[in-house]
């Protein structure tokens, strides 16, 4: 479990986070969203004791990262895969990684087989290519068979197989109770990897919700084609509905109004030729929240350029 409590960080006058709280749970995979710049990586550094928060705290378990006694064996953390010295091999890196943490050989070997790295550990990090420097900076995250792994953007770089294995990788992770925690800017890797999602925008937490929950909370839309479009558009506008006709010919109504749409139809006798719920994406979701944190930004920032 990771509990994060009224963290902030400012660089000079920059506040990078502003007093941000929320906690990950074991047993799922939790996705960390923002836009560039929000604050995840921040987030994640200070997390991991990389650098000081201003003030607030993150603990795993109850203690800070900072005070862990072996702290590979509690976190395993990917921040950024390009960190590994480029002369050294893929093995060496391991090797050096498992024996200053006390961790055994055998078990740089079972990361490798994990990862598919194998076949490379003799060759050199320089030579790598990103999908491989990912690969290379996960193994490193499960050398110690951590209980939570804090992953910045896991899948960047690598190949749609790459991606599927990481997604695979990280529900089995978190099938065994691990608490897994990521950041990642593709919200269609998002949508089918993570349980659960932080939204962050400018510093702050805009919300936290399962996915599932967060998608629904967006706008559904009833979605309807008539043979006579003026028709059927008069009749539910006399039923108080809330009618848009779109360019393309369809006509659209907030909302899951699919039943009474096709009441007032059949009273009206104008036939349809299509009527259906189109739900929201995580994408539309997404953009819905962020957008809305956007104006209010632009709406305070109004407020106090007038006072
Ligand atoms: N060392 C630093 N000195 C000054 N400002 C910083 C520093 N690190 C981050 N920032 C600023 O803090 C804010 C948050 O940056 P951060 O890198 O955490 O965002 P992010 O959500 O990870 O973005 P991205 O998705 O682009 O990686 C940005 O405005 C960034 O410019």
Redesign the pocket.
Known sequence: MITVENLS?S??A?K??SDISFNVNPGRVTGFL????????????VMLGL?APSSGSATFNGQRYQDLKNPLSVVGALLDSRAVHPGRTAGAHLKVMATTHGISKRRVDEVAALTGLSDVLGRRVGGFSLGMNQRLGIATALLGDPQVLVL??PVNGLDPEGMRWVRGLLKHLAAEGRTVFL?S?LMSEMAITADELVV?GK?KILAQAPIDEFIKAAREVTVVRALDPAGLVHSMKLSGMNVTQEENGAITVPGERAEEIGQIALSAGVALTELRVESATLEDAYMGITAEHVEYAAGKQAVKDNS
């Open positions: 960080k660089y000079g920059k990078a986070l923002g836009p560039n710049g929000a604050g995840k990586s921040t987030a994640m550094r650098d910045d953007e950041s800017h962050i510093g």
